[in-house]
């Protein structure tokens, strides 16, 4: 925290050094300290974006419209932004309400919209993250009772038995037998969330999805989907991420997958561009930072120079994240911009 102040001093005095050298007028540095960055301004264009989605019910989308609302609701609560916030809080509210209603008897999020335990692992760490930031007691108690159902399913299906390979990983239903790292990671970041704000949840099936994990990674530092010796460029991020969550930032592997990173830079082009573009930003922030200060502006400027006018993003060439509209791709853009603010815990060093 003192950090990020301090640098954020440094800038305000370069600005107004750079202000005076130039003998502008008291009204001229006014007007430079207040200029939005172009980050910035790519987060409120996108939210701007998302909000005009809502729909009466408070979902954006006909397509999983619960893992998308919790996608849209997660790109908010990164900006800062909180069920209290006087001018957006009862978008966000409303959103909220939204995706508690689809959660089923049985605490599942993942079969009211069709999007299985994908949708299951991004509803429950949107509500992670919401969690304790509503003044609104009666909201937040329905929060945590969601979470804690949400948790459980979770929990009990990083517990059912697999092939040891396999074992601390989930799929696509609570009781498959296999195992995938994209799948598993929004699982783990749920469970790790959730035990930051005091749900309980046993530490061993953490651990046990973090080796799972590192079983997908090689020495060389390429990550797997489902068997180690392929490379996919869109998990490489999430495998650095999984070594932070075991305090093991400094493994030689982490060093590997982050040189492999910059060495084959984030394109406007190609496969799952937009999530690649999350897991290279929450992963290096948390676990290879320095690198990450180097990298962060060309994944920015990738990103801020393909914003649509109404600020939206579109499917890249050769991509087929678009499939799922443009909440989803959006909602993907504005999370990775927005882990330079440090908000959320999942974005926190």
Same mark, same amino acid.
């Given at each position: =925290?003192?950090? !990020?102040?301090?640098?954020?001093? $440094? ?7 750079? *202000? ?6 008291? &009204? ?5 300290? *207040? ?8 987060? +409120? ?28 609701? $997660? ?14 809080? @009862? ?7 939204? %995706? ?13 919209? /069709?999007?299985? =335990? ?7 760490? $949107? ?7 509503? +003044? ?20 009990? *299906?990083?517990? #059912? ?27 783990? $970041? ?5 035990? @930051? ?23 060389? /530092?390429? #990550? ?31 060093? +590997?997958?982050?040189?492999?990173? &910059? ?9 799952? %561009? ?7 930003? #929450?992963? =290096?922030? +948390? ?23 109404? /600020? ?12 799922? /509209?443009? #909440? ?10 927005? %882990? &330079?603010? !440090?908000?959320?815990?999942?974005? @926190?060093?």
């Amino acid at each position: =925290m003192v950090r !990020h102040v301090a640098i954020g001093v $440094m800038l305000v005095w370069l600005c107004v050094a750079a *202000a005076w050298s130039a003998e502008l007028s008291d &009204q001229q540095v006014v007007e430079v300290l *207040a200029t939005e960055a172009p980050r910035d301004a790519a987060i +409120r264009r996108g939210l701007d974006h998302l909000r005009s989605r809502q729909r009466a019910d408070g979902s954006l989308s006909d397509n999983v419209p619960a893992a998308l609302a919790s996608l849209a609701a $997660m790109a908010h609560l990164s900006a800062g932004i909180t069920p209290e916030d006087a001018v957006h809080g @009862q978008w966000l509210r409303q959103t909220l309400e939204f %995706v508690l209603s689809k959660q089923d008897e049985n605490g599942y999020f993942g079969s009211r919209d /069709g999007s299985r =335990m994908y949708g299951h692992g991004i509803a429950t760490l $949107m509500l992670a993250e919401a969690l304790g930031m509503c +003044r609104d007691d009666e909201l937040d108690e329905r929060i945590r009772t969601a979470l804690e159902r949400a948790v459980a399913v979770t929990v009990a *299906a990083a517990l #059912v038995v697999k092939e040891p390979f396999f074992q601390g990983g989930w799929r696509y239903t609570p009781t498959d037998t296999s195992s995938d790292l994209s799948l598993s990671g929004w699982q783990l $970041m749920s469970l790790h969330a959730a035990q @930051q704000v005091g749900i309980a949840v046993p530490d061993p099936v953490i651990a046990s999805a973090v080796s799972f994990a590192k079983r997908l990674t090689t020495a060389d /530092g390429t #990550v797997g989907y489902d068997h180690a010796g392929d490379d996919h460029p869109a998990l490489r991020g999430l495998s650095i991420l999984c070594h932070a969550l075991a305090h093991e930032e400094q493994a030689s592997e982490v060093a +590997r997958i982050a040189a492999r990173i &910059q060495a084959d830079p984030l394109q406007w082009q190609g496969a799952w %561009v937009f999530y690649r573009a999350y897991y290279d930003a #929450v992963g =290096m922030s +948390r676990g290879a930072p320095e690198q990450w200060d180097a990298y962060a502006p060309v994944l920015e400027k990738v990103l801020i120079d393909h914003q649509n006018p109404d /600020g939206s993003w579109p499917n890249p060439p050769g991509d087929d994240e678009g499939t799922h /509209g443009t #909440v989803y791709l959006t909602s993907m853009a504005v999370l990775a911009l927005a %882990v &330079q603010r !440090h908000v959320l815990p999942a974005y @926190q060093r």
